[in-house]
């Protein structure tokens, strides 16, 4: 390898704490009430997550390892196939709100209600959560 050439692993960490700082700087500004990490692969957890304790600490605000990410009718199209994500937040209230939207939807899926306007409920409620226009939210659902 050249003194130019960047391995994929270190472009590939390096990327994504950039883009882990970026969310953690969103959080603190208040600019988004919950921001999620890229999805990543299980097995690098422990290499991803220095890179995010230091993200978390510079911007004073907090992390929550969520390893299966609530899915709503807003991303139908993207598949986490056993990915993990980190939610960053200022406020406890914050991931206590998306632990409580999560559990509300499993209990709508148990009983067999979630569908309709429930669904659509849930979705918006999500989108709420990570700062999305309502515009944008309706559009993603008629999508």
């Known amino acids: 390898m050249s003194e130019t050439e960047v391995d994929s692993r270190s472009f590939y960490l390096g990327r994504f704490y950039g883009a882990v700082s970026a969310w953690c700087e969103a959080a603190r500004s208040g600019a988004k009430k919950l921001s999620l990490s890229s999805p ?3 097995e690098d957890f422990r290499d991803l997550l220095p890179y995010v304790k230091k993200a978390v600490e510079d911007n004073e605000v907090q992390f929550y390892l969520e390893r299966e990410l609530m899915t709503t009718d807003l991303f139908l199209d993207v598949n986490m196939d056993g990915k993990w994500v980190f939610m960053i ?18 209990q709508f899926e148990k009983d067999g209600r979630y ?15 990570l700062g999305y226009d309502e515009d944008y ?3 993603r659902l008629r999508g």
Do not use: C, W
Request: proline share 3%.
């Open 40 to 42: 990543f692969q299980p």
């Open 89 to 106: 937040y200022k406020l406890d209230r914050i991931l206590e709100e998306y632990l409580r939207l999560k559990t509300e939807k499993e």
């Open 115 to 129: 569908s309709g306007e429930i669904r659509k409920d849930i979705a918006r409620r999500m989108g709420a959560l």
């Open 137 to 139: 939210v309706n559009e």
